[in-house]
Structures are given as C-alpha cells and as structure tokens.
C-alpha cells in the first residue's frame, strides 16, 4: 500500500513569515493529494489539492507543489497570520479502481502542528 | 451549506462495552468512509462505503468491530467490545463518489474515550 511521511511533525513561525510542510509518497499510481487543515477540536477542512497533471497550484496565501519524479509534494503558506495556526495533514489517493467495488483510500500524513506566533 | 452530521460527539464508556456511531453523510454523496484518528496522528481509514457495499475493510479489526450503510445513506459503525485501545476519534467522511479527485467531506467526528 501506499505510505505518505510529512515533516515536520511542528512548525512555529513568526506572524508574516512563511511556513512550507513537506510530503513524499511511495506508490507512483498516487495522482491526487489534497491537503487539510484541521483546527483544535474541529472537522479536517480541505484548503487545497493537486492533481498529477500539474506541477504547482496557487490560491491566494496557500500554494502546493509536486514533484512526480521524486514522489514529494509541499504545502507553502505565505504571509501567515495567527489564525492559520492548526494541524496540517498531506494525503495521497490512487485513481478510482479498475475492478469494480474495491477501494481507492486516501492515505494520510501524520500531521504538522503549525503555531504562527503574533 | 451541507455537511456530514455524526452523532454522538463524545461516548464514554467501559471496556467491554458496546457502542455504536452514527453517520449522515451529505445527501447525494456515494461513497462514506469511516476513519479512527488517534491524537497527534493522521485519520486512518477503517471502512470504505460505494452506496451501500463494502469497497474496503482491510483495515477494520472485523472481531470486533462492524459498520453498515444498508439503504446507501447513512452508516453506523459499532465496536463489540470496546478496549482500553479503541479510544480515538472516529471521522465519518463523504465524498460525490470515487474518482481520485472527488473532495471528501468530514463530520464533526465521535470522541470516544475507554475507561
């Protein structure tokens, strides 16, 4: 199966800074990987995805990059405020499986607490 | 907007107990799937629904623990019995359906803790 790292497990920054959460996977069959925020005691959020077909994906202070080759992918969060303090997970999903009624699970990473200090 | 409701949010209980969680997931939605995070770790898939059949429960420990979604909507996943290990939080999550790309939706999740 697939097996997704994240690193690093925390990050703290400074209000304003910037702050990149790193992801490799294993299995090259891999072609989506969304990212979550999930904040103290709530539900995980999607706040943006890849596909494979594409190197990077911007969408205002948050950006993702893939690297096929080297199987990794990055969160990049720029300008960072308090508020985007949360636990940050990567995932890795295969396409939709050829034979019918079997899965296609998204494989987490464990987690980067991210603590932007004001 | 829609969003997964689960219930209960928190379940205490004693080992060897039983207990069983509660899933709606967003209408419309054909596949739900059933995770167990344990704090400080990412959400591990213990049950994937396509409507109303097991896709995947490679990873659901069957002894004791069992999930159904017999009309294809919502879903109950219960735990016969309960362990000192089984205290976690269950996420119930959906998605349109399983294409890679289909953006899964989680609930508020099931704080279950073991005494």
């Known amino acids: 199966g697939e097996n997704v790292e994240q690193h690093p497990s925390t990050l703290s920054v400074q209000e304003g800074d910037s702050a990149v959460i790193k992801c490799t996977y294993s299995?090259?069959?891999?072609?989506?990987f969304p990212w979550y925020k999930q904040e103290l005691g709530k539900r995980p959020q999607l706040i943006i995805d890849?596909?494979?077909?594409?190197g990077e994906k911007k969408d205002q202070r948050i950006a993702v990059t893939l690297n096929k080759t080297a199987k990794h992918f990055s969160l990049h969060i720029t300008e960072t405020q308090p508020e985007d303090s949360a636990v940050y997970f990567c995932?890795?999903?295969?396409?939709?499986?050829?034979?019918?009624?079997?899965?296609?699970?998204?494989?987490f990473g464990t987690g980067t607490s991210l603590t932007v200090i004001p | 907007e829609a969003e997964v409701a689960q219930s209960p949010r928190y379940k205490i209980t004693e080992k060897s107990q039983a207990v069983a969680f509660w899933c709606d997931p967003i209408?419309?939605?054909?596949?739900l799937y059933w995770y167990r995070q344990i704090l400080g770790q990412g959400p591990e898939l213990l049950v994937q629904?396509?409507?109303?059949?097991?896709?995947?429960d490679s990873q659901l420990p069957k002894d004791r623990f069992s999930a159904e979604r017999l009309k294809g909507v919502d879903s109950t996943l219960k735990i016969q019995p309960a362990e000192l290990g089984d205290s976690a939080m269950y996420l119930c999550?959906?998605?349109?359906?399983?294409?890679?790309?289909?953006?899964?939706?989680f609930g508020p999740g099931t704080r279950l803790t073991v005494l």
């Open positions: 999550a959906s998605s349109l359906g399983s294409l890679s790309y289909n953006e899964q939706f």
């Open positions: 299995d090259s069959a891999s072609n989506y």
């Open positions: 890849i596909r494979s077909n594409v």
């Open positions: 995932a890795a999903r295969q396409s939709a499986p050829a034979v019918a009624n079997t899965g296609n699970q998204f494989y």
């Open positions: 209408s419309g939605h054909a596949t």
């Open positions: 629904f396509q409507d109303e059949s097991v896709v995947d």
